[in-house]
Each structure stands twice: as structure tokens, then as C-alpha cells.
């Protein structure tokens, strides 16, 4: 690993991942209770969040992001490359409207996009502009990605409490990481406050391997 790579890094010492983030939710949150938010489980394999990549990839990285924020826009195509080059990478999404009102109508809006099983349209058609984004705008997007925007509005009342649940979750999530803007990863059992290039996703990727092999 580079030595400037490594300084953005945070790696944690001797234990899994599952046991950090247990720890991280003893300090912050507590450890009984229904709110616990820091399992591996909801950071990892969260069952409301939808995947990209191998779902049953060996190694799963985790983004936090905007729709509004340029490095996450910019970044996006190069961690789909990395992903679809890797081929045992899962991908998850997570929206972390931290950009203003507009982030969260974004957000909002793409998510209530997955109970039409294209979370994957949403995201991909409001990650591809330069533009900024208003509401007709992001409309304008959703419809061209093939959305049905009657359904979407539908699905925007009648799924309302479980959208806000999964984002107060990840913004739970976010905050527990000190995690201080987008993107922000995680990736294995380390954690990427910032965009990487091409070269250096590789780098963790393959470093998450060998730190998972050697708990085998």
C-alpha cells in the first residue's frame, strides 16, 4: 500500500469488522435496545438497501453518498469499473442527503424507485448529470430512466416511514464512522473517509482479502 493511501485509511487493529462496529455501538449508541444501527448486518447486508456488483462477493464495499455532491459523481464510474473488473465485489448504496432539501428529495425519490426494481435506473440517471438538481429536474431524470413516476408518487406516501427509516439509519451509520462529508466508505473492515482512485480501490480491496484470509 502507498504511504499516502494508508494515511486515509483506517484500519482497525486485531479485530473483525463485526466486533468494531459492536464496539463503536457500545460507546456511541449502546448495546441493548431495538436501535442499535452499528450491526454488521444493517452496515453490511441491510435488507432495505439494494445491491450492485456480486451479491455474493467476498468483499463488500459501502458507500455513503449525495446525489448532489461532484466527487461522488465523478468517482461513480471509476467504482463501477472497479466492481465489474474485480467480479467478487458487492456494491452497496447508501444515501446520505447531506447536501441540502434537494438531496433529500433525491434520495427520497430513489428510493421509493426500488419497489419498482429500479433503484439501479434512479441512481445511475441522477449520477450521470453535471447538472444541478431541482425536482422537476430529478422527475425529468426518473421518467427518462424508464420509472413509473404515478407509482413512484404512490409508493413515495404509502412507503414514507420506511424511507425515512433507512435514512436516518444511514445518517446513524455515517455519524458513528465520523465520517465528515461524501463519499465515504467502507470497504472490508476498513474504513475510507474519501474518494480513492481506480488504482488505490484495488489496493483496499485486495488488502480487505488478505486481513479476511488471515481471520480464517
Avoid at 484500519?11 to 456511541?28: D, H, M, N, R, S
Avoid at 473488473?85 to 426500488?114: E, F, H, N, T, Y
Avoid at 407509482?151 to 427509516?165: G, V, W
Wanted: net charge negative.
Amino acid at each position: 500500500m502507498t504511504p499516502s493511501l494508508s494515511k486515509s485509511l483506517s484500519k482497525v487493529p486485531e479485530i473483525t469488522l463485526g466486533f468494531w462496529i459492536i464496539k463503536i455501538a457500545a460507546t456511541t449508541l449502546g448495546e441493548t435496545g431495538g436501535d442499535n444501527v452499528l450491526t454488521e448486518a444493517l452496515v453490511l447486508r441491510d435488507p432495505e438497501i439494494p445491491v450492485a456488483g456480486n451479491p455474493d462477493g467476498d468483499i463488500t464495499i459501502v458507500e455513503y453518498f449525495d446525489y448532489q455532491c461532484p466527487y461522488c459523481r465523478k468517482i461513480e464510474p471509476e467504482l463501477r469499473q472497479v466492481v465489474q473488473d474485480d467480479g467478487k465485489v458487492r456494491l452497496v448504496w447508501k444515501d446520505w442527503p447531506i447536501l441540502g432539501p434537494i438531496s433529500v428529495v433525491a434520495s427520497r425519490m430513489a428510493l421509493a424507485s426500488k419497489y419498482q426494481d429500479k433503484y439501479d435506473k434512479a441512481h445511475d440517471a441522477m449520477m450521470g448529470v453535471n447538472s444541478k438538481l431541482t425536482e422537476s429536474r430529478i422527475r425529468e431524470l426518473l421518467s427518462g430512466a424508464g420509472i413509473d413516476m404515478d407509482q413512484l408518487d404512490r409508493d413515495l406516501a404509502s412507503h414514507a416511514k420506511d424511507i425515512e427509516t433507512i435514512l436516518a439509519r444511514n445518517n446513524d451509520q455515517a455519524e458513528a464512522f465520523s465520517f465528515k462529508g461524501t463519499p465515504s466508505f467502507i470497504v472490508g473492515k476498513f474504513r475510507v473517509p474519501g474518494a480513492l482512485t481506480m488504482a488505490e480501490f484495488g489496493e483496499v480491496i485486495a488488502d480487505a482479502r488478505k486481513a479476511a484470509a488471515a481471520k480464517k
